[in-house]
């Protein structure tokens, strides 16, 4: 199983970023998808997931950010916008297969750096 994310870097504040994964060695439409962020000395956050039944945000990104995937093509996606210095953080894809439990696989992480 391999996620790999990209699309981080750095970005101003009131910026946009995308986000891609991409998943391997997974049956992608029976699996959960989402994001997590790490900030700095932080515990790592849920910031957006997405299954069959829709998709869920953090409250700190609703109205800003919108997770997506593609099927066909084992993505999900992770619009941002209006980024504030506060998103700043590594963001991590995850997968977990559905009903079988919370035992995600995770990709590598990319880094996300808003300024001020």
């Known amino acids: 199983v391999q996620l790999v994310e990209s699309g981080g870097g750095l970005v101003q504040a009131g910026g946009s970023l995308r986000l891609s994964c991409g998943a391997s060695g997974i049956v992608f439409s029976l699996h959960d998808m989402g994001w997590y962020r790490q900030a700095s000395g932080k515990q790592r956050e849920l910031v957006a997931s997405i299954n069959s039944g829709g998709a869920n945000y953090a409250d700190s990104v609703k109205g800003r950010f919108t997770i997506s995937r593609d099927n066909a093509k084992n993505t999900v996606y992770l619009q941002m916008n209006s980024l504030q210095p506060e998103d700043t953080g590594v963001y991590y894809c995850?997968?977990?297969?559905?009903?079988?439990?919370?035992?995600?696989?995770w990709g590598q992480g990319t880094q996300v750096t808003v300024s001020s």
């Open positions: 995850y997968s977990n297969l559905n009903l079988s439990g919370w035992r995600p696989y």
